[in-house]
């Protein structure tokens, strides 16, 4: 699997990018320019999520997921950047590739009509 690995990356992807918001990850995706590479993937968990262990065990979770759904599932030439939740160290594996699944599927279909998520219209009371 390619890897987003520097800063202006990941700041590129957040900036220009989609994203999808599941219980156990954030998903940002961005378009390249060169579809013949294969989908490249970032990890990064905030230190809200708790101390040291806790985030490299939702990071490691979230990497292990991609590592078998973003070769089948991501688009090629795509950056994607996953954001750890509170929820991903604790989460149902299974329901964690479910939800990277639909993630994947829902930014390539561009359902994500937003360029920034998948925030619903505000409702007038």
Same mark, same amino acid.
């Given at each position: 699997?390619?890897?987003?690995?520097?800063?202006?990356?990941? @700041?590129?992807?957040?900036?220009?990018?989609?994203?999808?918001?599941?219980?156990?990850?954030?998903?940002?995706?961005?378009?390249?320019?060169?579809?013949?590479?294969?989908?490249?993937?970032?990890?990064?968990?905030?230190?809200?999520?708790?101390?040291?262990?806790?985030?490299?065990?939702?990071?490691?979770?979230?990497?292990?997921?991609?590592?078998?759904?973003?070769?089948?599932?991501?688009?090629?030439?795509?950056?994607?950047?996953?954001?750890?939740?509170?929820?991903?160290?604790?989460?149902?594996?299974?329901?964690?590739?479910?939800?990277?699944?639909?993630? @994947?599927?829902? @930014?390539?279909?561009?359902?994500?009509?937003?360029?920034?998520?998948?925030?619903?219209?505000?409702?007038?009371?």
């Amino acid at each position: 699997m390619q890897r987003v690995t520097q800063r202006p990356e990941y @700041l590129a992807v957040a900036a220009t990018g989609r994203k999808w918001v599941t219980p156990a990850f954030i998903l940002q995706a961005m378009p390249g320019d060169d579809i013949s590479l294969a989908p490249r993937a970032g990890f990064t968990v905030s230190k809200k999520v708790g101390n040291a262990v806790v985030r490299n065990r939702a990071r490691r979770r979230i990497k292990e997921a991609a590592r078998m759904i973003l070769p089948a599932n991501g688009q090629r030439g795509w950056a994607y950047v996953f954001i750890g939740r509170q929820a991903a160290t604790d989460y149902p594996f299974e329901k964690l590739g479910a939800d990277m699944r639909w993630a @994947l599927a829902k @930014l390539a279909s561009g359902a994500d009509l937003s360029p920034r998520g998948n925030s619903k219209p505000h409702r007038k009371s």
